[in-house]
Nanobody, 125 residues
Framework: QVQLVESGGGLVQAGGSLRLSCAAS????????MGWFRQAPGKEREFVAA????????YYADSVKGRFTISRDNAKNTVYLQMNSLKPEDTAVYYC??????????????????WGQGTQVTVSS
């Protein structure tokens, strides 16, 4: 059974930084990519960033490009999301997710088959 456990969320002032971690218990052969999504109250879940597991190619939403960095540690089966220059509009529950299917495109939540429970990020102004 695949388990994804996020950590690292919290309360931070605007302009501050946080690093989220997603520890995965999974067979790496079954992972094509890992993604981070977020969902604010009253809004739909939206794509934040993704990284391919073997090659480490990264993809970002325009809203976080230049501020957030996704990375992975294959030996630890862990994915990170370094978030800098945080803004109040970054406030959301952040989820990591696994994608096992190969192909192009990373922004649709339907491409991911396992999800973590989420970690709250709150950015105060």
């Amino acid at each position: 059974q695949v388990q994804l456990v996020e950590s690292g969320g919290g309360l931070v002032q605007a302009g501050g930084s946080l690093r989220l971690s997603c520890a995965a218990s999974l067979r790496t052969l079954s992972v094509y990519a890992m993604g981070w999504f977020r969902q604010a109250p009253g809004k739909e879940r939206e794509f934040v960033a993704a990284i391919t597991w073997s090659s480490g190619n990264t993809y970002y939403a325009d809203s976080v490009k230049g501020r957030f960095t996704i990375s992975r540690d294959n030996a630890k089966n862990t994915v990170y999301l370094q978030m800098n220059s945080l803004k109040p509009e970054d406030t959301a529950v952040y989820y990591c997710a696994r994608r096992s299917s190969y192909g192009t495109g990373y922004e649709s939540a339907f491409l991911y088959d396992y999800w973590g429970q989420g970690t709250q990020v709150t950015v105060s102004s």
